[in-house]
């Protein structure tokens, strides 16, 4: 079995025991993928203040990524926040802003980071 193999069948045999843990290193993970989604490939408007907004949302993205609960519900992955600031950002980034547009699938891309596919 390839090691991506064996690290989908990690994610799916801890979420089917209940909740997922994550490695120490996924949080990181999770917080590079979606802040480089928002700095890089979103579509922004352009603002006096862009920097300072994309500074606090990689300091609300990087907190929410240690703050995530991954569980298996019937056959779909589930991601949820743990805390209402964290689910206040992951909310954010699944709907947009009026500076920012929404990521087109937040729950994947921090599945994807825990698997270990790309897209």
């Given at each position: ?35 480089s ?5 979103a ?27 991954i ?5 779909v ?10 689910d ?9 802003s009026?500076?920012f ?9 921090i599945i ?8």
């Amino acid at each position: 079995m390839s090691s991506m193999g064996e690290s989908v069948g990690s994610v799916v045999d801890d979420a089917l025991s209940g909740v997922y843990e994550m490695s120490d290193e996924a949080p990181k993970r999770i917080a590079e993928k979606l802040y480089s989604w928002l700095a890089n490939d979103a579509r922004k408007v352009p603002l006096p203040d862009l920097t300072a907004k994309l500074q606090d949302m990689q300091k609300r993205i990087e907190k929410m990524s240690k703050e995530l609960r991954i569980t298996f519900q019937g056959d779909v992955f589930r991601v949820e926040a743990l805390t209402s600031e964290s689910d206040s950002t992951l909310t954010l980034l699944s709907r947009g802003s009026s500076w920012f547009v929404p990521h087109p699938g937040v729950s994947k891309a921090i599945i994807q980071c825990l698997t270990g596919e790309t897209e």
